[in-house]
C-alpha cells in the first residue's frame, strides 16, 4: 500500500549544532529522505549554524559524506541529492558571544519563507543563550517555531529553569520539545489501534487487562559517552521521558479531539494520577565485565560509581480505568538485544471449559513493537490443529508496518523526519508541553533521592538483567516478556 505524501509549505529551517552528530546522523538525511518523497519543497532552505568555521562549499561537502554513510544505496538519488545540496546554507556563529549573528539574520531575513523553525541539536546550556538571541535580533517571528532536543532538566527545578528561559523569549504554542520515541510509526499507531477502533477500547481498562509491560532494551553500552551517562542514569536518562510517554499514550482516556492541547491535557493526567513508587517495587542495575568487553563502571570511568544503566519498576495509576492494573517498566543497557515493545497482557478467561492440563499461563497479549520491526501481535490460543484429542496452542496475529504498508521497498519515514515535517507544519500534537516535563520529573525526582549511596546490582552482559528485575515480577506471579534475540 502506498503512503499519502501531503507536502509542507516552503521554510527556512536554521539548524544549531549542524556540525554534530544528531544533525548529521539523523537530521540532514531525514530531510533529503523528505524531498525525496516529494513532502518538502524544493525552495526549502537548510541553514547550518555552528562553532566550525565552515563556509557553504564545506558544510555541503560534510552533508555529502554524511549522504552516503547513513542513506542506504538503493534510497540514494544522485539527481534530487543535487537540489537537495543547492537546499543548504551554512553560518559560523557563537552562540555565547556576537559571531556571526548579523550575517545569520541578514541570511533568513533576505528569504520570503513564510516559516522559520529553530533547530537547537545543542545542550540544554545553549537553549537559553540561543533563544534570546533569536528574540533579540528578531530572527524569531511571532510566527516561528523552536525545536529543543532532551535532555529537558536534570531535575524538576533544572526543568522550570529551562522552560522560564525559553518561555522568556517564545509563546509555549512556538515551542517543540522533541522525543523521538512519540515520532515511530507504531506508536501513533497505538492512538490509532485504541481510538480509531471500537474492538479494543472496550476492554483496554482494569476489568480486562492484567498489566502491562513496557520495555526498552540496548544490547550497547555507554562507551564513548560514559562520563557524562554517570551523571544521568536510566531513570534520567530514559524512564523520566521515553518510558513515561509510552505509558502516558497507552494509559490515557480518549481526548476529546485529536489536536495537539487535547492530547497533552489527557497525557498530564495519567502523570498526575501515578501512585509515589514503593522503593521495593525498584530494581537498579549495572552491567558487570564481560570476557570481551568492560563494566559499567569502566566505561564510566568511574570505579565508585552507584548510577543505574538499567532500572525496573513496578508503578501503578490511580484512576478508574487503571486501578488495580500494575504498569512494569524495564529499560538497560548491554542486554540481550535491542528491542522496544509495549506488552498489554490481559486476563484470563473468568471461567475454563478445558481440560486443566490444556491451560496455558499466559492468556491474550497484545504486543506492539517500536523497534528494531515495528509491528503489531496479538496472541491468540486456539486449537492446535491434527487428530488424537483437542489441544490448545498459542498463535500470533502478526502484522509488520514495513510488510502491510510498504511498497516495492519504499523508504517509510522514520521518527525524525515525521517531527521535522510536523514542525514545519505547526503540529504540536506528538511533543511535550511545559506542565507535562514538569509534571514527570514532580515524579520522578523523589525516586531518585531515595537511592542516595545504593549500590546497583550486577548483571551480564548479553542477559534480561538483574535477578531482581525478574524477582520483581515472579513475586506476583507473573513474567517479563522475552527479550528476542
Known amino acids: 500500500m502506498a503512503t499519502r505524501i501531503i507536502p509542507v509549505e516552503s521554510s527556512d529551517m536554521v539548524i544549531f549544532g549542524a556540525s554534530g552528530d544528531l544533525a548529521q546522523r539523523k537530521i540532514l538525511p531525514g530531510l533529503y529522505h523528505r524531498l525525496v518523497a516529494g513532502q518538502l519543497p524544493p ?31 538503493h534510497e540514494q538519488n544522485p539527481e534530487i541529492f543535487k537540489t537537495f545540496l543547492n537546499c543548504l546554507h551554512y553560518v559560523p556563529i557563537d552562540a555565547m558571544g556576537n559571531g556571526g549573528w548579523d550575517e545569520l539574520t541578514a541570511l533568513v531575513n533576505d528569504n520570503p519563507n513564510p516559516v522559520r523553525a529553530f533547530y537547537l541539536s545543542v545542550g540544554p546550556s545553549l537553549f537559553g543563550p540561543i533563544s534570546t538571541r533569536l528574540s533579540k535580533t528578531g530572527i524569531a517571528t511571532p510566527e516561528s517555531r523552536i525545536v529543543v532536543e532532551k535532555p529537558f532538566g536534570h531535575d524538576l527545578a533544572s526543568a522550570k529553569e529551562l522552560n522560564k528561559q525559553l518561555g522568556t523569549c517564545f509563546k509555549e504554542s512556538q515551542i517543540y520539545r522533541i522525543d523521538h520515541y512519540l515520532g515511530k510509526e507504531t506508536v501513533q499507531n497505538l492512538m490509532a489501534l485504541r481510538f480509531a477502533n471500537a474492538l479494543l477500547e472496550p476492554v483496554w481498562n482494569s476489568q480486562h487487562v492484567d498489566h502491562v509491560q513496557i520495555s526498552v532494551s540496548e544490547s550497547i553500552g555507554v562507551e564513548g559517552r560514559g562520563e557524562y551517562y554517570d551523571t544521568s542514569g536510566a531513570m534520567r536518562d530514559m524512564v523520566q521521558n521515553h518510558l513515561m510517554q509510552l505509558l502516558c499514550l497507552t494509559a490515557m482516556e480518549p481526548p476529546a479531539k485529536f489536536n495537539a492541547d487535547d492530547v497533552r491535557d489527557e497525557k498530564l493526567k495519567v502523570i498526575r494520577s501515578l501512585d509515589p513508587v514503593k522503593p521495593d517495587d525498584i530494581v537498579r542495575g549495572q552491567y558487570r565485565a564481560s570476557t570481551h568487553d568492560g563494566s559499567y563502571k569502566d566505561h564510566a570511568i568511574n570505579p565508585d560509581s552507584t548510577t543505574e544503566c538499567f532500572v525496573a519498576l513496578k508503578v501503578h495509576i490511580s484512576n478508574w480505568r487503571w486501578a488495580g492494573v500494575p504498569f512494569y517498566l524495564r529499560t538497560g543497557k548491554k542486554l540481550r538485544a535491542r528491542m522496544s515493545e509495549i506488552s498489554v497482557i490481559f486476563k484470563d478467561p473468568p471461567h475454563s471449559i478445558f481440560p486443566q492440563s490444556e491451560r496455558r499461563h499466559e492468556g491474550n497479549s497484545l504486543v506492539i513493537r517500536l523497534q528494531p520491526d515495528e509491528g503489531i501481535t496479538m496472541h491468540m490460543i486456539i486449537k492446535e490443529p491434527g487428530q ?82 525478574l524477582a520483581l515480577m515472579h513475586r506476583d506471579s507473573r513474567r517479563w516478556h522475552a527479550i528476542e534475540v
Open 43 to 73: 525552495t526549502a532552505r537548510i541553514i547550518g549554524a555552528a562553532r566550525s568555521k565552515w563556509n557553504r562549499e564545506e558544510f555541503q561537502k560534510k552533508a555529502t559524506e554524511s549522504y552516503f554513510e547513513f542513506v542506504p544505496e
Open 388 to 469: 488424537g484429542g483437542f489441544r490448545l496452542t498459542e498463535v500470533p496475529l502478526d502484522m509488520s508496518f514495513a510488510e502491510a504498508l510498504g511498497d516495492n521497498g519504499e523508504h517509510l519515514a522514520d521518527a525524525y523526519e515525521r517531527l521535522m515535517m510536523d514542525v514545519i507544519r505547526g503540529d504540536q500534537t506528538l511533543f511535550m508541553r511545559g506542565d507535562e516535563v514538569e509534571a514527570a520529573w514532580r515524579w520522578t525526582d523523589p525516586i531518585i533521592a531515595n537511592w542516595s549511596g545504593e549500590k546497583p546490582e550486577r548483571y551480564d552482559q548479553g542477559s534480561s538483567g538483574p535477578d531482581g528485575s
